[in-house]
Protein backbone atom coordinates (compact mmCIF):
# COMPACT_ATOMS: atom_id res chain seq x y z
CA UNK A 1 0.00 0.00 0.00
CA UNK A 2 1.16 3.64 -0.87
CA UNK A 3 1.37 6.13 2.44
CA UNK A 4 -0.91 8.56 1.82
CA UNK A 5 -3.13 11.08 -0.57
CA UNK A 6 -5.08 13.80 -0.48
CA UNK A 7 -8.25 13.61 -2.15
CA UNK A 8 -10.27 16.76 -3.41
CA UNK A 9 -13.78 15.88 -3.84
CA UNK A 10 -16.07 18.37 -5.54
CA UNK A 11 -19.73 16.79 -4.91
CA UNK A 12 -21.04 19.23 -6.94
CA UNK A 13 -19.65 22.00 -9.67
CA UNK A 14 -22.99 24.27 -8.36
CA UNK A 15 -22.32 27.27 -6.30
CA UNK A 16 -25.04 29.97 -4.14
CA UNK A 17 -23.08 32.96 -4.92
CA UNK A 18 -20.38 33.72 -8.01
CA UNK A 19 -17.45 35.31 -6.96
CA UNK A 20 -15.78 37.84 -8.84
CA UNK A 21 -12.12 35.72 -8.63
CA UNK A 22 -13.46 32.43 -9.07
CA UNK A 23 -11.60 29.73 -11.11
CA UNK A 24 -14.63 28.05 -12.04
CA UNK A 25 -16.66 30.22 -14.70
CA UNK A 26 -20.65 31.04 -14.54
CA UNK A 27 -20.86 28.27 -17.27
CA UNK A 28 -19.23 25.57 -15.32
CA UNK A 29 -21.11 26.05 -12.16
CA UNK A 30 -24.06 24.19 -12.96
CA UNK A 31 -26.54 22.40 -10.88
CA UNK A 32 -25.71 18.79 -10.48
CA UNK A 33 -24.28 16.24 -7.65
CA UNK A 34 -22.08 13.47 -7.39
CA UNK A 35 -24.17 10.23 -7.31
CA UNK A 36 -23.70 7.60 -4.43
CA UNK A 37 -22.21 5.00 -6.50
CA UNK A 38 -19.43 7.67 -7.98
CA UNK A 39 -19.05 8.02 -4.12
CA UNK A 40 -18.41 4.47 -2.84
CA UNK A 41 -16.14 3.83 -5.75
CA UNK A 42 -14.15 6.62 -5.02
CA UNK A 43 -14.10 6.24 -1.47
CA UNK A 44 -13.09 2.03 -2.10
CA UNK A 45 -10.50 2.64 -4.62
CA UNK A 46 -8.05 4.65 -2.24
CA UNK A 47 -9.20 3.05 0.82
CA UNK A 48 -7.21 -0.16 -1.40
CA UNK A 49 -4.63 1.51 -2.39
CA UNK A 50 -3.24 3.90 0.40
CA UNK A 51 -3.22 3.74 4.23
CA UNK A 52 -4.80 6.78 4.49
CA UNK A 53 -6.03 10.16 2.81
CA UNK A 54 -7.18 13.13 3.67
CA UNK A 55 -10.41 14.12 1.94
CA UNK A 56 -11.30 18.00 1.51
CA UNK A 57 -14.57 18.46 0.46
CA UNK A 58 -14.95 21.48 -2.01
CA UNK A 59 -16.90 22.35 -5.53
CA UNK A 60 -18.18 25.02 -6.67
CA UNK A 61 -19.96 24.73 -3.23
CA UNK A 62 -19.77 21.88 -1.14
CA UNK A 63 -22.67 23.27 1.28
CA UNK A 64 -25.35 23.64 -1.16
CA UNK A 65 -25.31 19.42 -0.92
CA UNK A 66 -27.76 18.33 1.73
CA UNK A 67 -26.21 17.22 4.86
CA UNK A 68 -27.33 13.77 4.33
CA UNK A 69 -24.67 13.24 1.52
CA UNK A 70 -21.90 13.71 4.19
CA UNK A 71 -23.37 11.46 6.69
CA UNK A 72 -23.35 9.01 3.60
CA UNK A 73 -19.41 10.20 2.71
CA UNK A 74 -18.33 9.14 6.96
CA UNK A 75 -20.32 6.10 6.42
CA UNK A 76 -18.29 4.61 3.54
CA UNK A 77 -14.92 6.00 5.10
CA UNK A 78 -16.21 3.89 8.44
CA UNK A 79 -17.06 0.83 6.05
CA UNK A 80 -13.93 0.91 3.77
CA UNK A 81 -11.01 2.14 6.30
CA UNK A 82 -12.56 1.18 8.79
CA UNK A 83 -14.26 3.29 12.11
CA UNK A 84 -11.61 5.17 14.13
CA UNK A 85 -8.98 3.63 12.58
CA UNK A 86 -7.04 7.02 12.20
CA UNK A 87 -6.85 5.82 8.17
CA UNK A 88 -8.95 9.07 6.74
CA UNK A 89 -9.75 12.55 7.93
CA UNK A 90 -12.38 15.12 6.27
CA UNK A 91 -11.86 18.76 5.56
CA UNK A 92 -14.91 20.90 4.35
CA UNK A 93 -14.05 24.09 2.07
CA UNK A 94 -17.43 26.24 2.14
CA UNK A 95 -18.12 30.22 1.10
CA UNK A 96 -19.90 29.53 4.82
CA UNK A 97 -23.32 30.72 3.96
CA UNK A 98 -25.07 27.44 4.05
CA UNK A 99 -22.96 26.87 7.18
CA UNK A 100 -25.17 26.30 10.33
CA UNK A 101 -25.16 24.32 13.81
CA UNK A 102 -26.51 21.45 13.10
CA UNK A 103 -23.76 21.10 10.52
CA UNK A 104 -21.48 22.32 13.02
CA UNK A 105 -22.10 20.54 15.39
CA UNK A 106 -22.10 16.50 13.04
CA UNK A 107 -18.63 17.91 12.24
CA UNK A 108 -17.69 18.33 15.39
CA UNK A 109 -18.47 14.34 16.05
CA UNK A 110 -16.79 12.88 13.39
CA UNK A 111 -13.94 15.08 13.44
CA UNK A 112 -14.25 17.34 10.39
CA UNK A 113 -12.54 20.30 9.46
CA UNK A 114 -14.52 23.77 8.35
CA UNK A 115 -12.57 25.58 6.58
CA UNK A 116 -14.62 29.06 4.93
CA UNK A 117 -13.30 30.87 2.28
CA UNK A 118 -13.43 34.94 3.84
CA UNK A 119 -11.95 38.18 3.40
CA UNK A 120 -13.08 39.62 6.81
CA UNK A 121 -13.62 43.13 6.21
CA UNK A 122 -12.87 43.13 2.66
CA UNK A 123 -15.21 40.17 1.80
CA UNK A 124 -17.59 42.02 -0.49
CA UNK A 125 -14.37 42.72 -2.66
CA UNK A 126 -14.73 39.25 -4.13
CA UNK A 127 -17.74 37.31 -2.59
CA UNK A 128 -21.31 38.29 -2.44
CA UNK A 129 -23.48 37.03 0.41
CA UNK A 130 -23.48 38.06 4.16
CA UNK A 131 -21.07 35.42 5.65
CA UNK A 132 -20.89 37.26 8.98
CA UNK A 133 -24.28 36.57 9.76
CA UNK A 134 -24.08 33.10 9.55
CA UNK A 135 -20.95 33.07 11.61
CA UNK A 136 -21.85 35.12 13.84
CA UNK A 137 -24.54 32.35 14.56
CA UNK A 138 -21.53 29.78 15.75
CA UNK A 139 -19.88 30.12 18.87
CA UNK A 140 -16.53 30.92 19.70
CA UNK A 141 -15.35 28.12 21.77
CA UNK A 142 -16.83 25.31 19.75
CA UNK A 143 -17.54 25.92 16.89
CA UNK A 144 -13.62 25.84 15.50
CA UNK A 145 -13.34 26.78 12.01
CA UNK A 146 -10.16 27.97 10.02
CA UNK A 147 -10.22 30.35 7.26
CA UNK A 148 -8.83 30.59 3.51
CA UNK A 149 -8.74 34.54 2.71
CA UNK A 150 -7.49 34.76 -0.83
CA UNK A 151 -6.25 38.43 -1.49
CA UNK A 152 -6.70 40.36 -4.54
CA UNK A 153 -5.68 43.44 -5.92
CA UNK A 154 -7.42 45.49 -3.88
CA UNK A 155 -6.28 43.64 -0.63
CA UNK A 156 -2.92 42.79 -1.24
CA UNK A 157 -1.51 45.96 0.46
CA UNK A 158 -4.29 45.48 3.21
CA UNK A 159 -2.61 41.69 4.64
CA UNK A 160 -1.29 42.97 8.04
CA UNK A 161 -4.69 44.69 8.57
CA UNK A 162 -6.57 41.58 7.68
CA UNK A 163 -3.80 39.50 10.07
CA UNK A 164 -4.67 41.56 12.84
CA UNK A 165 -8.55 41.06 11.89
CA UNK A 166 -8.64 37.06 12.61
CA UNK A 167 -5.21 37.46 14.97
CA UNK A 168 -7.64 39.14 17.10
CA UNK A 169 -10.97 36.85 16.83
CA UNK A 170 -8.69 33.90 17.47
CA UNK A 171 -8.99 32.31 14.08
CA UNK A 172 -6.29 30.42 11.85
CA UNK A 173 -6.01 32.35 8.46
CA UNK A 174 -4.32 31.00 5.49
CA UNK A 175 -3.86 33.80 2.96
CA UNK A 176 -3.20 33.14 -0.97
CA UNK A 177 -3.71 35.42 -4.16
CA UNK A 178 -5.87 35.60 -6.45
CA UNK A 179 -4.65 33.47 -9.60
CA UNK A 180 -5.34 34.74 -13.31
CA UNK A 181 -7.95 31.42 -14.12
CA UNK A 182 -11.44 31.66 -14.95
CA UNK A 183 -13.19 34.68 -14.19
CA UNK A 184 -10.04 35.83 -12.45
CA UNK A 185 -8.02 35.55 -15.97
CA UNK A 186 -9.01 39.10 -17.30
CA UNK A 187 -10.95 41.32 -14.56
CA UNK A 188 -8.24 42.67 -12.51
CA UNK A 189 -8.62 40.79 -9.12
CA UNK A 190 -5.05 39.58 -9.41
CA UNK A 191 -2.95 41.42 -7.24
CA UNK A 192 0.62 43.10 -8.54
CA UNK A 193 3.27 40.45 -7.45
CA UNK A 194 4.95 43.31 -5.75
CA UNK A 195 2.23 44.76 -3.49
CA UNK A 196 1.65 40.88 -2.82
CA UNK A 197 5.35 40.49 -1.57
CA UNK A 198 5.48 43.85 0.16
CA UNK A 199 2.05 42.99 2.25
CA UNK A 200 2.56 39.23 2.37
CA UNK A 201 6.48 40.39 4.55
CA UNK A 202 4.52 42.93 6.75
CA UNK A 203 1.77 40.53 7.70
CA UNK A 204 4.60 37.96 8.57
CA UNK A 205 7.08 40.65 10.24
CA UNK A 206 4.07 41.38 12.69
CA UNK A 207 3.25 37.85 13.45
CA UNK A 208 6.90 36.58 14.19
CA UNK A 209 7.24 39.33 16.64
CA UNK A 210 3.80 38.96 17.91
CA UNK A 211 4.75 37.04 21.26
CA UNK A 212 0.49 36.97 22.53
CA UNK A 213 -0.45 35.44 19.06
CA UNK A 214 -2.16 32.45 19.35
CA UNK A 215 -2.89 31.42 15.61
CA UNK A 216 -0.47 30.24 12.89
CA UNK A 217 0.15 32.62 10.01
CA UNK A 218 -0.07 30.49 6.84
CA UNK A 219 1.90 29.71 4.82
CA UNK A 220 4.06 31.98 6.76
CA UNK A 221 4.64 28.83 9.33
CA UNK A 222 4.55 26.40 6.85
CA UNK A 223 7.52 27.96 5.39
CA UNK A 224 9.52 28.25 8.62
CA UNK A 225 8.85 24.64 9.40
CA UNK A 226 10.12 23.62 5.92
CA UNK A 227 13.50 25.77 6.26
CA UNK A 228 13.76 23.65 9.42
CA UNK A 229 13.40 20.69 7.81
CA UNK A 230 10.49 19.23 8.89
CA UNK A 231 9.59 15.94 6.95
CA UNK A 232 5.63 17.13 6.05
CA UNK A 233 6.27 20.97 6.41
CA UNK A 234 4.80 22.88 3.22
CA UNK A 235 1.52 23.93 1.24
CA UNK A 236 0.35 21.78 -1.53
CA UNK A 237 1.56 24.47 -4.08
CA UNK A 238 5.55 23.55 -2.43
CA UNK A 239 5.50 19.91 -1.85
CA UNK A 240 6.11 18.17 -5.60
CA UNK A 241 2.00 17.35 -5.02
CA UNK A 242 1.79 15.27 -8.74
CA UNK A 243 1.08 11.59 -7.25
CA UNK A 244 0.18 13.04 -3.83
CA UNK A 245 -3.39 14.23 -5.12
CA UNK A 246 -6.08 13.94 -6.96
CA UNK A 247 -9.41 15.84 -7.59
CA UNK A 248 -12.66 14.26 -8.32
CA UNK A 249 -15.13 15.79 -10.15
CA UNK A 250 -19.12 15.02 -9.49
CA UNK A 251 -19.48 12.96 -12.41
CA UNK A 252 -16.16 11.07 -11.43
CA UNK A 253 -14.09 12.35 -13.74
CA UNK A 254 -10.07 13.08 -11.84
CA UNK A 255 -7.62 15.69 -12.15
CA UNK A 256 -4.14 15.73 -10.51
CA UNK A 257 -5.25 19.37 -8.97
CA UNK A 258 -8.44 21.48 -7.84
CA UNK A 259 -7.71 24.44 -9.76
CA UNK A 260 -9.60 24.57 -12.55
CA UNK A 261 -7.22 21.90 -14.41
CA UNK A 262 -7.70 21.66 -18.04
CA UNK A 263 -9.02 18.86 -20.20
CA UNK A 264 -5.90 18.15 -21.39
CA UNK A 265 -4.88 16.56 -18.30
CA UNK A 266 -7.59 14.82 -17.42
CA UNK A 267 -6.67 11.29 -15.74
CA UNK A 268 -10.17 9.28 -16.28
CA UNK A 269 -12.82 8.52 -14.62
CA UNK A 270 -13.47 6.98 -11.57
CA UNK A 271 -16.27 4.37 -12.43
CA UNK A 272 -13.93 3.14 -15.53
CA UNK A 273 -10.55 3.10 -13.80
CA UNK A 274 -9.36 -0.44 -12.46
CA UNK A 275 -7.44 1.33 -9.64
CA UNK A 276 -5.87 5.17 -9.07
CA UNK A 277 -2.34 3.62 -10.03
CA UNK A 278 -4.46 3.47 -13.29
CA UNK A 279 -5.49 6.79 -13.42
CA UNK A 280 -1.32 7.84 -12.29
CA UNK A 281 -0.62 5.71 -16.01
CA UNK A 282 -3.61 8.01 -18.13
CA UNK A 283 -2.24 10.37 -21.01
CA UNK A 284 -3.16 12.73 -19.04
CA UNK A 285 -1.26 12.70 -16.32
CA UNK A 286 1.74 11.63 -18.49
CA UNK A 287 0.94 14.54 -19.91
CA UNK A 288 1.25 17.02 -16.88
CA UNK A 289 4.37 15.57 -15.31
CA UNK A 290 6.14 15.55 -18.29
CA UNK A 291 6.00 19.42 -18.61
CA UNK A 292 6.42 19.74 -15.08
CA UNK A 293 9.80 17.81 -15.06
CA UNK A 294 10.76 20.20 -17.55
CA UNK A 295 9.94 23.39 -15.62
CA UNK A 296 11.71 21.85 -12.59
CA UNK A 297 14.68 21.19 -15.09
CA UNK A 298 14.93 25.30 -15.27
CA UNK A 299 14.58 25.73 -11.69
CA UNK A 300 17.49 23.49 -10.96
CA UNK A 301 19.56 26.67 -10.73
CA UNK A 302 17.14 28.26 -8.23
CA UNK A 303 18.85 28.61 -4.53
CA UNK A 304 15.97 27.16 -2.75
CA UNK A 305 14.52 24.70 -5.37
CA UNK A 306 14.86 22.15 -2.32
CA UNK A 307 11.99 24.51 -0.46
CA UNK A 308 10.23 25.23 -3.21
CA UNK A 309 10.28 21.86 -5.20
CA UNK A 310 9.39 24.07 -8.58
CA UNK A 311 6.01 25.50 -7.21
CA UNK A 312 2.76 24.72 -8.54
CA UNK A 313 1.68 23.42 -12.15
CA UNK A 314 -1.47 24.70 -12.22
CA UNK A 315 -0.31 27.93 -11.03
CA UNK A 316 2.42 28.20 -14.18
CA UNK A 317 -0.11 27.07 -16.42
CA UNK A 318 -3.10 29.78 -15.75
CA UNK A 319 0.50 31.96 -15.69
CA UNK A 320 1.62 30.75 -18.90
CA UNK A 321 2.63 27.75 -19.48
CA UNK A 322 3.41 24.76 -17.04
CA UNK A 323 6.66 24.26 -18.66
CA UNK A 324 8.16 27.38 -17.65
CA UNK A 325 9.12 29.09 -13.88
CA UNK A 326 9.70 32.73 -13.30
CA UNK A 327 5.70 33.85 -13.23
CA UNK A 328 4.47 35.63 -10.25
CA UNK A 329 3.64 32.83 -8.42
CA UNK A 330 7.49 32.09 -8.93
CA UNK A 331 8.38 35.31 -7.84
CA UNK A 332 6.19 35.97 -4.50
CA UNK A 333 7.63 32.36 -3.29
CA UNK A 334 10.81 33.38 -3.84
CA UNK A 335 10.77 36.83 -2.22
CA UNK A 336 8.73 35.83 0.48
CA UNK A 337 10.22 32.28 1.41
CA UNK A 338 13.97 34.23 1.20
CA UNK A 339 12.60 37.00 3.87
CA UNK A 340 11.42 34.64 5.84
CA UNK A 341 14.28 31.99 5.67
CA UNK A 342 16.82 34.75 6.13
CA UNK A 343 14.63 35.59 9.87
CA UNK A 344 14.96 32.23 10.58
CA UNK A 345 18.57 31.67 10.05
CA UNK A 346 19.70 34.85 11.69
CA UNK A 347 17.81 33.60 14.87
CA UNK A 348 19.14 30.29 14.36
CA UNK A 349 23.31 32.37 14.49
CA UNK A 350 22.14 34.87 17.12
CA UNK A 351 20.34 32.92 19.71
CA UNK A 352 18.03 35.89 20.66
CA UNK A 353 15.83 35.86 23.76
CA UNK A 354 12.81 34.03 22.36
CA UNK A 355 10.48 35.25 24.42
CA UNK A 356 9.83 38.27 21.75
CA UNK A 357 8.36 35.92 19.36
CA UNK A 358 5.57 34.40 18.26
CA UNK A 359 4.94 31.30 20.33
CA UNK A 360 4.66 28.95 17.14
CA UNK A 361 7.75 30.10 16.24
CA UNK A 362 9.34 29.96 19.45
CA UNK A 363 8.71 26.34 19.73
CA UNK A 364 9.56 25.31 16.39
CA UNK A 365 12.87 27.03 17.02
CA UNK A 366 13.25 25.90 20.34
CA UNK A 367 12.95 22.35 19.30
CA UNK A 368 15.08 22.40 16.58
CA UNK A 369 17.77 23.93 19.10
CA UNK A 370 16.85 20.72 21.95
CA UNK A 371 17.22 18.18 19.06
CA UNK A 372 20.23 19.67 16.51
CA UNK A 373 20.52 16.76 14.91
CA UNK A 374 17.22 17.74 12.72
CA UNK A 375 18.64 21.00 11.64
CA UNK A 376 19.45 20.61 8.20
CA UNK A 377 20.79 23.59 7.05
C1 LIG B 1 -13.14 27.23 -5.70
S1 LIG B 1 -13.60 27.46 -4.02
C2 LIG B 1 -14.59 26.02 -3.73
C3 LIG B 1 -15.08 25.85 -2.33
C4 LIG B 1 -16.04 26.93 -1.82
N1 LIG B 1 -17.01 27.34 -2.73
C5 LIG B 1 -15.24 28.11 -1.30
O1 LIG B 1 -15.36 29.20 -1.87
O2 LIG B 1 -14.52 27.93 -0.32
C6 LIG B 1 -12.14 27.08 -3.06
C7 LIG B 1 -11.19 28.22 -2.82
O3 LIG B 1 -10.60 28.61 -4.04
C8 LIG B 1 -10.40 30.01 -4.00
N2 LIG B 1 -10.33 30.51 -5.37
C9 LIG B 1 -11.29 30.54 -6.29
N3 LIG B 1 -10.84 31.11 -7.43
C10 LIG B 1 -9.55 31.45 -7.21
C11 LIG B 1 -8.55 32.07 -7.99
N4 LIG B 1 -8.78 32.48 -9.24
N5 LIG B 1 -7.33 32.22 -7.45
C12 LIG B 1 -7.06 31.82 -6.18
N6 LIG B 1 -7.97 31.22 -5.38
C13 LIG B 1 -9.21 31.05 -5.90
C14 LIG B 1 -11.64 30.51 -3.28
O4 LIG B 1 -11.44 31.84 -2.79
C15 LIG B 1 -11.79 29.48 -2.21
O5 LIG B 1 -11.04 29.84 -1.07
S1 LIG C 1 -14.90 30.70 -5.00
FE1 LIG C 1 -16.27 29.18 -4.06
S2 LIG C 1 -17.97 30.46 -3.35
FE2 LIG C 1 -16.94 31.68 -4.82
S3 LIG C 1 -17.99 31.30 -6.78
FE3 LIG C 1 -16.22 29.93 -6.65
S4 LIG C 1 -17.05 28.06 -5.86
FE4 LIG C 1 -18.53 29.71 -5.37
S1 LIG D 1 11.23 29.87 -6.75
FE1 LIG D 1 10.75 29.81 -8.96
S2 LIG D 1 12.72 29.28 -9.95
FE2 LIG D 1 12.90 28.77 -7.73
S3 LIG D 1 12.35 26.61 -7.62
FE3 LIG D 1 10.48 27.82 -7.22
S4 LIG D 1 9.46 28.01 -9.25
FE4 LIG D 1 11.59 27.37 -9.60
New binding site residues.
Given amino acids: MKPYISVVVKPTLF ?1 N ?3 RH ?1 Y ?1 TPEE ?1 VPGEMDYATLENLIRKVSEEYESAWFIWH ?3 PLTVPLSFYKKAIELEEKYFGKQSFRYGNTIQT ?1 GLNINRRLMSYCRTKAINVGV ?1 YEGPYNNVL ?1 EGDVEKTLGYLSDKEDKYSVSCTISSETASKQLELYRYFRDRGTNVSFSPVIPAGCASCNGTVPDADEYIKGSIEAFDEWLHDSESEVPLIPHYLYILNYLGEPTPSDCAHTSCLTKWISVNPDGTIYPCAKACPQEYCMGNINEVGSISEAFQSEGFRRILLSSIKRREKCASCEIYRFCNGGCSMDAYHEGCVEDNGGDSCRIFKEVFTHIADEIQGILDTKPDMNGYNPFVRDAIIGKLVNPKTIVQ
Fill in positions: CISCCHRGGENSR
